[in-house]
């Protein structure tokens, strides 16, 4: 069975940071694709930045080019998102996916604010 579990949300203040984890299990991280997606209240779902099996990155939202990076650890079966220079638009439920978006993880909230 594949499971997400997706982790380090919280309150930060505009310009701050946060590190998103995503613990994977039930497949080979490296073997599939994963993606952040998220979902800011009153608004559809947004996918952030996405990163391939090799590791390279897919795609990337042209808001948080810049801000925000991906990556991932084989060896942890854990891939993150680095989320620098926080802006209050980027408060939203972020969410892990795997394979195409096929498996997703439950969410984190983002909040930033003063």
């Known amino acids: 069975e594949v499971q997400l579990q997706a982790s380090g949300g919280g309150w930060v203040q505009p310009g701050g940071s946060l590190r998103l984890s995503c613990a994977a299990s039930?497949?080979?991280?490296?073997?599939?694709?994963m993606t952040w997606i998220r979902r800011a209240p009153g608004k559809g779902p947004e996918q952030v930045l996405s990163?391939?099996?090799?590791?390279?990155?897919?795609y990337c939202l042209d808001s948080v080019k810049g801000r925000f990076t991906i990556s991932g650890d084989n060896a942890k079966n854990t891939f993150y998102l680095q989320m620098n220079s926080l802006q209050p638009d980027d408060t939203a439920m972020y969410y892990c996916?795997?394979?195409?978006?096929?498996?997703w993880g439950k969410g984190t909230l983002v909040t930033v604010s003063s």
């Open positions: 990163i391939n099996g090799g590791g390279s990155v897919t």
């Open positions: 039930g497949f080979t991280f490296g073997s599939s694709d």
């Open positions: 996916t795997a394979a195409d978006m096929t498996y």
